[in-house]
Each structure stands twice: as structure tokens, then as C-alpha cells.
């Protein structure tokens, strides 16, 4: 394809020492023999602006099947590329106004590179206060005239960003290729570096860029960025608005819920059921540990692991120490203690039975709690395969109310009743006091465990993932 001229180039064509000029061959894109790229106006008798050149000998410039353009020199090295990967590319052509576009099978723009050069955009002015107006590029954050919102446009990762309160993030596009600003061409043309796709790839939406001019970009007060045309009309609204509104309901909720709280007395010290036993189990300097606690009445600790589909070769007597001692990695350790007439089957790395809650408690009744990585806490009650009440992690846990799913909702409300739950404030003294989960489970099972029921050798497992 050398010395040849297009019209359009297509997937896996190239030029090389070739042209690529627009239907009314006003301009035309030139590969040279310096290896570079010249954008010519035949009009004016001017190159527009340039890119790469000057070593290696010409190479050549290729639309790839990945969607983007790419210019290398004669010994395959890379001097430019487009943008990012973009399989909806069908064709670069050269526009009748000079830009250079990669288009889709429908002609909708998917990037450009338009009739500015470099020493243009350097010339534009840096952006102030709360918007962005024609002629300026946004070199830093706009700020909303309440000082609540922010605009930045992260040039590293080709990313504009609205925050509000300078922490929480609200919104987001990404646009043009990194280290390039966004800039409002004196057009009315939203771009970053020269690509006038920004509006398209912030509304989503096949637009015409150069049928949306825009005066401004404005960050209101109400945390919605618009861009603004010339007769004071929106073209566009992020939208972010409804999402700061939301917030904003949830912080004042969240603030009547804390002085609600504050206002609750603190559950005295020894009122509950004592707390040793299980800072012995989860030693942890962590103050609110994973832990994952299954009671299950009537049948041996071997029958509980058989149950928890557990296999045979993969348990053993062990102490808790040497448990503990063993490396995790992508293993699953359980310990087993007898309690009364039940048996407590304890899981030192994961949730271990909630999902088994149903099986484990046929011809009997189990329980189960627990509190993952996350913090997302358990607490169901199983009779003879019936499930009695289950709590995912809901409000209705931390507040002693009826749970959400099974056949007696109200079946643990009395439990919760006895430790406080909703009436005392929650301090998270998980070294004084059970988890409440933890807590409901032992009086629901009426046991009382104590260190000296997890001393010595009991069946245990170490199984993996």
C-alpha cells in the first residue's frame, strides 16, 4: 500500500508513504518518509499539526482489528497510537473539516483527533472557580460556589471525577487516553486533548459532537455537573444530584441513629454470659474478630462433622493450640467441644454452617452464628429441618426484633430481650461481653461454655477450600 491514497481506511489496511484524504480533498493525512504523520490543509497550503517522525526509517500507520490506530517506524517500533482498544472501529477517514475519526459500522464517531494542535491547547487557559468555560482547559478541580463539590479530571487515568466533601466519590466518566486534559475548545467542543468524543462517552448516547456546543461546564451547588448551552439550556446533567440527595438522606439518618444510641444506657459489665471462653477460642488483636459458632443438640461431635459433610480421613484429636498453631493458606480448621448435651462446632477461618442449618438440625435443633471478614453477622435456629428464625446481617439483629425469614419470626425475641438488644448502646466490647449473636445462640441452647470446655484433645479438621 505504499505512495497509495485512501478515502477510508479500514481494519488491518496501512499506509505506508501513503495518503488518507477526506471526500471533499480539502485535507489529507500524509505518512512521509521521515516516519511521521502530517495532517495537510490542500486549501491553505499548511500542515495543521504533525506526530512522530525522524527515526527509524518510515514504517508505516495501521487501523488494527483491536480498533485503534498505530504508527510505527521501519523497525516496528511504536511512535503513536489512538486511544484504547475499540472493536466497534469499522474505519478512520478524514472528516470534510479536517479531523482525523475512527468510526463504527453505523459512522458514529468512536474517537478524533480534530484541527488542533498541540500549541493551540497550550494556549488554552487554566479553568476557575465553579465551571469551564470556552477557551480553557481544567488543569484543576472546579469548585461548586457551596465549596461542597469538586470536578477533577485525573489525566493519568483519563478519568473526570466529581467528589463531594473531598472525600466521597460521586460520579465519573472516562474519556480520551491518559495525559491529556479536558478542554472547551473556543467551538463550543468538549474535548480531551483533541478527541471530541467526550460528550458521547459521558452520556453514552451516538452525538454528533459538533452538532452540541456548549457555553460552560458548571458544578452546581446541588452536586449535578452540566454542561450548559448558549441560551442557558442543559445539554447535559450528570445526575449526581439525585445521588448527593441520597446521601445526604442517609447522613441524617445515620446522625439521628448515633444520637439515638448515645442517648441508650451501656450494658453494665457482668450482665451477661462470660466472654472468656471465647476470647480463648479467637485470640485475635483484632476487637471485632470473624467467628463462626454452630450448637447442635443431642448427637456426638463426630456425627456434627459428618453432618457438615466433613470426611473422615480429615479429622483428628487436637487441641486448640495446635489448631491454632497450623497454617491457614486456603485450608478450613474446625474445633469441636461438648457443652451438656451439646456440641459446639467451631470454625476458625470461615462461615461454617449456615448454609447446612436445615440438615444439621434433623431429628434435633442447631444454631448457628457468625460474623465474616466483612463484618456481615449470622444468627439462625433450626428445629427438626424446620427453620425457626434466620437474620442475614439485617437491622432487625442489632435491634432484638423478629427476623426476616422463617417459621417463628419471634421465636429468639425473648433471648434478645434478656441481653438488651436495642436497649443498650452498642459499644462493640466484644472483651466484656459476647457478641450478641454469640450470646442469643447460648441461651437459646441454655449452655454456659467455659475455657475448661475447649482444654485438651477434641475431634478437629483441617480441610481444604
Known sequence: ????????????????????????????????????????????????????????????????PEGYLWLVDGNGRPLWRSGDVDRRVDAAVVTNDGRLVLTDPDGFQRWSRDLLSDAALADFLPASGDRLTRGQRLTKPLVSPNGRYELAHRTTEAETVLFRDQTAQLWSRKAGVPGEELA???????????????????????LDPMAHTVSALVVDDDG??????????????????????????????????????????????????????????????????????????????????????VEDDRVAPMTLRELGDTSTGEQQRIFTAQIDDWVMVVGLDAMV???????????????????????????????????????????ALERGEPAAEGEQPDAVVPFMRTIGLGRYRDTDDDRHFLPPPVEVACLIAGVRPRPQHFAGKHLSSISSW
Not at 505506508?16 to 484524504?21: A, D, F, K, P, W
Not at 472468656?276 to 456434627?304: H, K, M
Not at 448457628?368 to 437491622?395: K, N, T
Request: with cysteine; glycine share 12%; aromatic share 6%.
Open 1 to 64: 500500500m505504499d505512495d497509495e491514497e485512501f478515502t477510508v481506511l479500514r481494519p488491518g489496511q496501512f499506509l505506508s508513504l501513503g495518503t488518507l484524504v477526506s471526500a471533499n480533498e480539502a485535507f489529507a493525512l500524509e505518512h512521509r518518509h521521515t516516519g511521521g504523520l502530517v495532517l495537510r490543509d490542500r486549501t491553505r497550503a499548511e500542515n495543521v499539526w504533525t506526530i512522530g517522525g525522524g527515526v527509524g526509517g518510515p514504517g508505516r500507520l495501521e487501523l488494527t
Open 184 to 206: 472547551l475548545g473556543h467551538d463550543g467542543i468538549l474535548r480531551t486533548g483533541a478527541d471530541s468524543t467526550v460528550l458521547s462517552k459521558w452520556t453514552g448516547l451516538r
Open 224 to 309: 449535578d455537573v452540566v454542561l450548559m448551552a448558549e441560551d442557558g439550556s442543559a445539554v447535559y446533567r450528570s445526575g449526581s444530584a439525585a445521588e448527593a440527595a441520597r446521601l445526604d438522606k442517609l447522613q441524617r439518618e445515620w446522625t439521628l441513629r448515633e444520637r439515638a444510641d448515645l442517648a441508650k444506657p451501656v450494658r453494665p459489665h457482668g450482665s451477661g454470659l462470660p466472654a472468656d471462653w471465647f476470647n480463648l477460642v479467637y485470640a485475635d488483636d483484632e476487637d471485632s474478630p470473624p467467628y463462626s459458632i454452630t450448637l447442635v443438640r443431642g448427637i456426638s461431635a463426630g456425627e456434627a462433622l459428618s453432618r457438615l459433610e
Open 353 to 395: 454452617g449456615a448454609d447446612q442449618l436445615v440438615p444439621m438440625s434433623r431429628g434435633t435443633q442447631a444454631v448457628v452464628c457468625g460474623r465474616d471478614h466483612d463484618g456481615e453477622s449470622y444468627l439462625g435456629w433450626a428445629v427438626d429441618g424446620i427453620p425457626s428464625a434466620i437474620y442475614w446481617d439485617d437491622e
